[in-house]
């Protein structure tokens, strides 16, 4: 009778061990189907601190072509020294960034408008505040060809090209942190009249 109480007992926690990796294995499945990322976003991490020596080549780049083929549309701030400068590639907009050196790290990620015009959106993990559900940290977008509507929210533009770039900072409603929220924005703010296409 023991013998039999005891089997029943592995029995019934071999089939409950079953279920949980059947539920587990559902769980995970449903994650990842929930995960699928937009096939035209690519995301990027960049760490531009103080202490990391700056590249030479992006350096002599901008200084080099900064102003070819590039016709501001609005009132520039004048351009930086290019030794204050740093530069980032958004290849599936085929441009190149400016930004001048000393911001934090921060990230990128080009997303489609609902009318199929890409963006870059950058953000910082630094920035993240708890004012907004679901806030990421977005300092700064620019925008390829900002229709009427978003030029409204464009506080600088260029053309590259025959191409109109748009400049978009982001409201200080979400971060926790409006200081350093300014200092991205400066950065970014300072040099977007630098903006090339990619080489």
Same mark, same amino acid.
């Given at each position: @009778?023991?013998?039999?109480? &005891?089997? !029943? !007992?592995?029995?019934?926690?071999?089939?409950?061990?079953?279920?949980?990796?059947?539920? *587990?294995?559902?769980?995970?499945?449903?994650?990842? @189907?929930?995960?699928?990322?937009?096939?035209?976003?690519?995301?990027?991490?960049?760490? #531009?601190? #103080?202490?990391?020596?700056?590249? $030479?080549?992006? &350096? =002599?780049?901008?200084?080099?072509?900064?102003?070819?083929?590039?016709?501001?549309?609005?009132?520039?701030?004048?351009?930086?020294?290019p030794s204050t400068v740093s530069t980032i590639d958004i290849p599936p907009m085929g441009i190149t960034v400016s930004y001048i050196k000393g911001v934090g790290a921060f990230?990128?990620?080009?997303? !489609?408008?609902?009318?199929? !015009?890409?963006?870059?959106?950058?953000? $910082?993990?630094?920035?993240?505040?708890?004012?907004?559900?679901?806030?990421?940290? =977005?300092?700064?977008? *620019?925008?390829?060809?900002?229709?009427? =509507?978003?030029?409204?929210?464009?506080?600088? #533009? *260029?053309?590259?090209?025959?191409?109109?770039?748009?400049?978009? *900072?982001?409201?200080?409603?979400?971060?926790?942190?409006?200081?350093?929220?300014?200092?991205?924005?400066?950065?970014?703010?300072?040099?977007?009249?630098?903006?090339?296409? @990619?080489?």
């Amino acid at each position: @009778m023991v013998h039999g109480k &005891t089997k !029943r !007992r592995l029995i019934a926690s071999l089939v409950l061990l079953a279920i949980l990796l059947v539920v *587990i294995g559902i769980v995970a499945i449903v994650q990842a @189907m929930n995960s699928h990322k937009d096939p035209y976003a690519q995301s990027s991490q960049t760490n #531009t601190s #103080t202490n990391a020596p700056a590249s $030479s080549q992006s &350096t =002599n780049q901008t200084n080099n072509s900064a102003q070819n083929n590039t016709t501001p549309t609005t009132t520039q701030p004048p351009a930086p020294d290019p030794s204050t400068v740093s530069t980032i590639d958004i290849p599936p907009m085929g441009i190149t960034v400016s930004y001048i050196k000393g911001v934090g790290a921060f990230s990128y990620q080009v997303q !489609r408008t609902g009318d199929n !015009r890409q963006y870059v959106a950058f953000s $910082s993990d630094a920035l993240i505040g708890t004012k907004c559900t679901d806030d990421t940290g =977005n300092f700064a977008s *620019i925008l390829e060809s900002p229709n009427d =509507n978003e030029k409204s929210t464009v506080s600088q #533009t *260029i053309t590259v090209d025959g191409t109109t770039y748009g400049l978009s *900072i982001a409201s200080a409603t979400c971060t926790s942190n409006a200081d350093l929220l300014a200092k991205y924005q400066s950065a970014f703010t300072n040099a977007f009249s630098l903006l090339k296409k @990619m080489n």
